[in-house]
Each structure stands twice: as structure tokens, then as C-alpha cells.
Nanobody
Framework: QVQVVESGGASVKAGEPLTLSCQTF????????MAWFRQAPGKRRESVSC????????FYADSVKGRFTVSRDNAKNIVYLQMNSLKPEDTAVYYC???????????????????WGQGTQVTVSS
């Protein structure tokens, strides 16, 4: 059984940093691509970032480019999302998603991911 578990969500002030973690169980982590998505209240889910299993490929949404950094530790089956210079508009539930094995590169499109976590809340106050 595949599990995807996010952690690290918190309430912070604008400008502060925060790092989210996502641990997966059940697949060969070294062969899966990972992505972060978010959904704010009353808004559609949007992509945030993704990283290939080789770590060679990463993509970021324009709204977070230069502020967020995605990384992974294949030995621990964990992917991280380091968020700097947080803004109130970053407030959302952040979801981690895992692709089926052997995806080439990574994609910001949610259809590329089969396994999803329950989400972790990030609240940024001004």
C-alpha cells in the first residue's frame, strides 16, 4: 500500500521561512517523481513545484519561482519544499504527490501523479 504523508505546515508571518516535508511509503522512491500542489480556500488547486527522481529536473510555478526550493533525499524517501519570503497569498493547504515509477523528468500537471497525501496547512499572516 502506497502512502504519502506531508508535514511541517504552520502559521507564520509574512517574510518568514518554512520547510515542508513529505515522506512516502510503498514504492521504490528512487524511481518516482514528486510534486507539490496547493489549494487556497475558494480557489482551484494549483501546481507549485516538482522534482524528478534523478533530481536533475525541477520545475516551479511562476508565483513561487525564486522563493521556493524543492529537494529530495532518496535514502530517506523524503521530499522537501523550502519556502522563503512567504506571502499571505501563499496561504493554502499544500499537497504532496508521487508519480508511478519511472516517470521521465517531472510535470506540474496533476495528471502525472497517482498517489496523493492528505495535505498540510500553511497560513501566512501579514
Amino acid at each position: 500500500q502506497v502512502q504519502v504523508v506531508e508535514s511541517g505546515g504552520a502559521s507564520v508571518k509574512a517574510g518568514e521561512p518554512l520547510t515542508l516535508s513529505c515522506q512516502t511509503f510503498g514504492l521504490t522512491f528512487e524511481q518516482t517523481s514528486m510534486a507539490w500542489f496547493r489549494q487556497a480556500p475558494g480557489k482551484r488547486r494549483e501546481s507549485v513545484s516538482c522534482i524528478s527522481w534523478t533530481e536533475v529536473t525541477t520545475f516551479y510555478a511562476d508565483s513561487v519561482k525564486g522563493r521556493f526550493t524543492v529537494s529530495r533525499d532518496n535514502a530517506k524517501n523524503i521530499v522537501y519544499l523550502q519556502m522563503n519570503s512567504l506571502k499571505p497569498e501563499d496561504t493554502a493547504v499544500y499537497y504532496c504527490a508521487e508519480s508511478p515509477p519511472a516517470m521521465r523528468g517531472c510535470t506540474l500537471h496533476p495528471s502525472g501523479y497517482k498517489y496523493w497525501g492528505q495535505g498540510t496547512q500553511v497560513t501566512v499572516s501579514s
